[in-house]
Nanobody, 121 residues
Framework: QVQLVESGGGLVQAGGSLRLSCAAS????????MRWYRQAPGKQRELVAS???????NYADSVKGRFTISRDNAKNTVWLQMNSLKAEDTAVYYC???????????????WGQGTEVTVSS
């Protein structure tokens, strides 16, 4: 009923930039929080950035000042602009959207398939 498609990952040199996108489609009534997570090899998944439906934004300390999260409610899309990338940003990045589908009274987290970001030093 709901599909999330991520794109934008790739290989980039340290100091470079990438822009990730996550677009949701399907039987969507509303979306509350949109979040980006990442998981580096051998590490736990961590929250990178989040944005509420009202536009409240939060970032992990490790990415503050370098990453920017934004959303377009009409397009059911969230982006993560990543600048000044570092080797330690290398990870698989996942989007997670709190989606309420038509006919339901609650939001459920839906996850993207993940997109790999590799930063070479």
């Amino acid at each position: 009923q709901v599909q999330l498609v991520e794109s934008g990952g790739g290989l980039v040199q340290a100091g470079g930039s990438l822009r990730l996108s996550c677009a949701a489609s399907g039987n969507i009534f509303s979306i509350n929080a949109m979040r980006w997570y990442r998981q580096a090899p051998g590490k736990q998944r961590e929250l990178v950035a989040s944005i509420t439906s009202g536009g409240y934004i939060n970032y992990a300390d490790s990415v503050k000042g370098r990453f920017t999260i934004s959303r377009d409610n009409a397009k059911n899309t969230v982006w993560l602009q990543m600048n000044s990338l570092k080797a330690e940003d290398t990870a698989v990045y996942y989007c997670a959207l709190g989606i309420r589908v038509w006919g339901k009274d609650w939001h459920t987290d839906y996850w993207g398939q993940g997109t790999e970001v590799t930063v070479s030093s």
